[in-house]
């Protein structure tokens, strides 16, 4: 059975730093695009990064240059290094699994084609 497993949110002021993990079992990474989605209150989830096979990557504008999403296909775990952070990025941060077909440039804005969903990890910045 796949399980992802997100880890390393908290509270930090504003303009610091965090590294989300993503641990995957029964599923392996290096063949499978891969995401990193957010849900804050009241508002849609949206699409934040993704890699795909090729290690291509993908971000969206409001986190680029500020986020980088990188994978250890050894350890099988995905990351998000988040730098710079804002108070508008505080929400729930989840991890995605796509299917092998999924490009990063496509991943994004495509939350119904995931197969497999973490339960989250918070993320809140104070400003």
């Known amino acids: 059975q796949v399980q992802l497993v997100e880890s390393g949110g908290g509270s930090v002021q504003a303009g610091g730093s965090l590294r989300l993990s993503c641990a995957a079992f029964?599923?392996?990474?290096?063949?499978?695009?891969m995401g990193w989605f957010r849900q804050a209150p009241a508002k849609e989830r949206e699409g934040v990064a993704a890699?795909?096979?090729?290690?291509?990557?993908n971000y969206a504008d409001s986190v680029k240059g500020r986020f980088t999403i990188s994978k250890d296909n050894a350890k099988n775990t995905l990351y998000l290094q988040m730098n710079s952070l804002k108070p508008e990025d505080t929400a729930m941060y989840y991890c995605?699994?796509?299917?092998?077909?999924?490009?990063?440039?496509?991943?994004?804005?495509?939350?119904?084609?995931?197969?497999?969903w973490g339960k989250g990890t918070l993320v809140t910045i104070s400003s």
């Open positions: 890699i795909d096979d090729d290690g291509r990557t």
């Open positions: 995605a699994a796509f299917s092998p077909l999924m490009a990063a440039i496509q991943a994004l804005a495509r939350p119904n084609a995931v197969n497999y």
């Open positions: 029964g599923y392996a990474y290096s063949s499978y695009c």
